[in-house]
């Protein structure tokens, strides 16, 4: 059974950080490429970031350049997003997506709420 399970969301203040992980199992994580997305209410799902197999090459979204980082560590099946100066515009529900050469897969979303 196919299971991305996402962790570390919570409430936090403007400027804080917090630090996502996304722990897999059912399918070929090493040679999968990942993906951070977010929706905030009222608005279409989002790419945040990506990580490929190796995690020597990343893409992030402008939005969140230069205060996120995705990483990768494959021998514990885990992902994760580091977001540093967080602001309100961060608040969303934060989603895992695996893809392999022939499906995808979501996790089930962590909330994270930017407010003072």
């Known amino acids: 059974q196919v299971q991305l399970v996402e962790s570390g969301g919570g409430l936090v203040q403007p400027g804080g950080s917090l630090r996502l992980s996304c722990v897999a199992s059912?399918?070929?994580?090493?040679?999968?490429?990942l993906s951070w997305y977010r929706q905030a209410p009222g608005k279409e799902r989002e790419l945040v970031a990506v990580?490929?197999?190796?995690?020597?090459?990343?893409y992030y979204a402008d939005s969140v350049k230069g205060r996120f980082t995705i990483s990768r560590d494959n021998a514990k099946n885990t992902m994760y997003l580091q977001m540093n100066s967080l602001q309100p515009a961060d608040t969303a529900v934060y989603y895992c997506?695996?893809?392999?050469?022939?499906?995808?897969?979501w996790g089930q979303g962590t909330q994270v709420p930017v407010s003072a």
């Open positions: 997506h695996a893809r392999t050469s022939s499906r995808y897969y």
């Open positions: 990580i490929n197999t190796f995690g020597d090459a990343t």
């Open positions: 059912g399918f070929a994580f090493s040679t999968s490429g």
